[in-house]
């Protein structure tokens, strides 16, 4: 099923998945189609990276400045998120995995809260692998929020440094990102786990993220693989 064998994997892939749209609009669909699309090209890749015994896989699903897009669009992606954290819950527990929510809850309704932090309760003792969903996520804010949960617990100036400000991150037990791939050509992070991402390999991919397929994780881990990591050392 892979050709990743005995290849040095990576612990934790980091997904920018880029071009929903673009790839509807290349195909004459509803820019929603895209986002569908793109949907369950992620449920699949995911399951495939686990299979390849990769242990995290972040998405970036929903960022805080996706507000900004139209009402049609953002009630559309809240829908595919509560979908995949209720209707498919099922199937991804029974595969094994575990999922965790990294994002803020400014702006999120109720239900999807809800929603997610059951996800979170239901798949906790999984070990297959863990998706972490970056929903409504920033990684300015996510540091601002960690900066703000530090105050209100009273951490004082002395006691900071870089793994007092990791202990509060969201979902603080995801480390760092070995590899990040983006998706469609664009060759930024647009705000995407700035903290996990300070060492990272990246890799940029012209095609749209509904056209990733299996082949296009091997390559990426391959080229992981090959990769001499630094650490500033």
């Not at 920018?16 to 195909?27: E, M, T, V």
């Not at 896989?57 to 953002?74: G, H, P």
């Not at 760092?176 to 390999?201: C, H, K």
């Amino acid at each position: 099923m892979s050709d990743t064998n005995n290849q040095a994997l990576p612990n934790h892939i980091g997904l920018i998945l880029d071009g929903n749209r673009r790839w509807a609009r290349s195909k004459g669909l509803p820019t929603l189609e895209g986002h569908r699309r793109g949907y369950d090209i992620l449920k699949n890749i995911a399951e495939a990276a686990f299979d390849r015994g990769v242990s995290y896989v972040s998405a970036f699903i929903f960022s805080t400045e996706n507000w900004d897009r139209s009402k049609e669009e953002v009630s559309y992606l809240m829908n595919l998120a509560l979908k995949m954290v209720t209707r498919d819950l099922k199937d991804i527990n029974k595969k094994g995995i575990k999922v965790v929510w990294l994002g803020s809850q400014k702006e999120v309704s109720k239900k999807l809260i809800e929603a997610l932090k059951n996800a979170e309760e239901a798949t906790k003792n999984n070990t297959k692998g863990t998706l972490a969903l970056c929903f409504n996520y920033g990684g300015h804010r996510e540091i601002a929020e960690a900066v703000k949960r530090m105050m209100g617990d009273g951490v004082v100036a002395a006691e900071v440094d870089e793994s007092k400000i990791a202990d509060y991150l969201y979902a603080s037990d995801v480390p760092p990102i070995d590899i990040m791939v983006r998706t469609s050509g664009e060759q930024r992070i647009s705000n995407f786990m700035l903290w996990r991402m300070a060492y990272s390999e990246l890799m940029f991919m012209d095609k749209h993220w509904p056209d990733f397929t299996e082949q296009d994780l091997n390559n990426a881990i391959t080229e992981y693989s090959h990769r001499q990591r630094r650490f500033g050392g």
